[in-house]
Every structure is written in structure tokens, then in C-alpha cells.
């Protein structure tokens, strides 16, 4: 007993004493659940940490379809895969139960060692030996002002982003442009890469067969690479692709014809000495796309795929995507009763690869404000329970033109809660 209370106080000093600095920025882009935002991002001024409180617990929530209609939670069938082994922890990076509780110990996934005994670091393919990477795409859509977007996104929320992520299109400028490179590489402030590119030159299909102003714009890229940026990092190629499927035969945009355009596009970068980039293969992870007959055969290969991403974002309002994290990260509908949420899907049929919630928020609510406080403190409530999520980062925007809105300092409490949560020792990874 006096060995657990030892333990506890150490991990709570841990945590207390944890900092962070911050400096530097870029922008984000548009994305497929809030559409392109419009406006440069709001800032207020941090406000400091009070002392923890003990968070609600928050009650079942039915689950919805997408259009918003109530409905009981689905059944389980023998689509959805048996629960991993589970053991009694204490996890290090939450709170030390409280003497008005009875339940000393949570149950979680069996985690690795705890990220607060030993320092966490990247290795091959930018995977952490423990702990989870943390990343923005701060003030979306603000490229002329990237440097002071991310800066300004450090300093309201108290910490450094190991992942910095940025957009491009097209075939014209290659990447990382000298902004990036310089993001990447502040002294004392290293931050890792994560470049998204959608090619617009032509059809998936063309793509794959050899476009030629695409296989210029690739060579051209992997010159500039090897010539300037050795760095590994972070290359999603053409995230949410799904909402752009047309399984008309002759469409170009097939599914198959997706996974053959992301091989031509490694394969040739590889070709041509771009070594150091590490895929990433984002999907939407939205229900009515993710349980259509097509979506695996979206699949580009193991070898050209290092990790998996996916954007799913928590709305404040009861509906479709409300929920805790959990819900986020295993979304459901009542009608794809046999669908088992992506991280249970993505973890049985890929369970090789790591995972980066590569877009992730909170869409902020007037008629329900707390929400997004409440989101935050359960991230580190239930994080430990999905031991393949590597790399989270998130999408801050202010209000685009459906008036949705993630950013963290949307209330006071909100940026209380994501400044803590940032804190916590399973998000303290070195960049080796």
C-alpha cells in the first residue's frame, strides 16, 4: 500500500510539474466535416490552470443517424470483433482516484509501461516508442500568416506541437515550402511534418497510369526533397477520398482506381530517392461511406501505406456525433447495425499499422457550451483504452460558413481543459 500512495504522489508531480514552450505557425486547409473555413482564427488570452476537478460522468447516449433521428443503440452481432484482452490499471496520466470513490482502478486495454517511467521518443517511421504524438493545423486556411497562426495557437494553449499540418494542391509549388522547413527545424523547438496533398492535374485513373504533368510534378517534388528537406515526415495523399468515389465503371474515381493512384504516387517518389516520407492513408470515417461495398478496396497495400488516419470530429449538440471519445473514435449509426465503429474496424484488419487521428475537434454549440470542456477531460479519461492511436492532431478553426467552429478557446473552461489535457505525460513524446 505505502509503495501505490508512493507511486501516485510521483505521478502527480509528474504531471504538475510538466511545461511546455511555444513560438512559430502555419495554416491548415479545408476538410470534408466543416468545409473550408473563412476567417483567420480567434485568439483570447490563455487563462491559467486552476486545480483539477472531478469531472461528471456522462450518461449513455442513444445512437443516431445522420440525419439526427434517436435510435437504441445497435446490437451486437458477430460483425463487431470480441473486446481485446482487458487487465485492472491505474493508468499514469489520469488523476489518482479520490477517497469518494470506490473504484481505485479503471479497467482499460493493457498499456504499454507507463509514458511517465521512461522517455517516449520517435523511431522508424516516425512510430513512438510510447506515448502519442500531439499535433495541430492551427487558424485554418491562413497560409500567408502560417508562423504567426501556429504561435499564436502555442501560446493560448501552453505547449509545444510535435506535429505541424499543413495542405497543398495541385502540381505548381512542390513541398515543404521554405515556411515549413523553417517551422520544422526552430531551434529547441523541433517539430514534425504532416504535409497533405490532393493532385488535381487529373482523374485517379490517369494518375495511375502515368499522367504526365503528375509524374513531373512527382519528379520535380523528389528532387526538392532530397535536395532540401531530409527530415522525415508526415505525406497524406488525398485525405477524405471517399466523399470523391464514383464506382461507375469508366468514372476514373473508383475506389480501386483511388488505391492505384496512391501506389503510382509512392512508387514514384521512392523511384526518384524521396526516402524519408512517410505515408499516411486519412479516411473520412464516416459511416454511410465507411460500410459501402467499395470502401476496402480502397486499400493501397502494405507497403506503400505506414499509417492510418482518420478526421472525426464530436458536435455539442445531441445528434449525429455527439458523444464522449469513445463515440468519436467508434462512431456508429443505427442503420449499419453491422458496422463496429472504425477503430475497432481498422485495428482487426490492419492491426500492423499505427493510427493518427490526422483531424480532430470539437464543433462548438451556444445551446450546449460545456460540452467541449467535457470532450477534453474525457480524451484523457479514456485515451488509454485505444493503445494503436499514435499521433492525434487537431483542426482548429473558427467558424466556417455552416457556422461550426472548434476552436479551444471557445469558452473559458474549454481552453482550461485542453491546455491540461496537453499536459498529460501520455502526450510528451521527443523527436528523436
Known sequence: MRKSLQLVALTTAFTMSTTATLTWAYAGGPDQHGAPPESP?????AVSSPPARTAPRRPARAVVTPSGTP??????????????????????????????????ARTVDRPAPPAAARTCRTASRLVPTCGILWGVAPG???????VQALAEFERK?????????AYHRGVRQVFPTKQEIAISREPGHKRILLLNWKPESATWAQIARGDRATDEFLDRLAAHIRQNYREKFFFAIHHEAEDQVR???GSGYTARD??????????????????????VLVHMAYVPHTTKSWFQHMYPGNDVVDWIGFDTYSYSDPGYGHGDFDELLNRRSASKPHWPGFYNWVTRRHPGKPLMVAEWGVWFSKRNPDHMAEFYREVGEQISRFPKIK????FETPANHKGQDSSVDSTPDALREYRRLGKLPVFQVSLS
Open 41 to 45: 482564427a480567434r485568439i483570447e488570452p
Open 71 to 104: 435510435a437504441p443503440p445497435p446490437a451486437t452481432t458477430a460483425a463487431v470483433p470480441p473486446p481485446p484482452v482487458r487487465a485492472t490499471v491505474t493508468p499514469s496520466w489520469t488523476p489518482p482516484p479520490t477517497a469518494t470513490g470506490n473504484g481505485a
Open 140 to 146: 485554418a486556411r491562413t497560409e500567408a500568416r502560417g
Open 157 to 165: 494553449t501552453g505547449r509545444h506541437q510535435a506535429i505541424f499540418h
Open 247 to 249: 464506382e461507375q465503371a
Open 258 to 279: 483511388y488505391a492505384a493512384m496512391f501506389r503510382h504516387v509512392v512508387k514514384r517518389l521512392r523511384a526518384k530517392g524521396a526516402y524519408n516520407v512517410v505515408t
Open 391 to 394: 499521433a492525434m492532431v487537431h
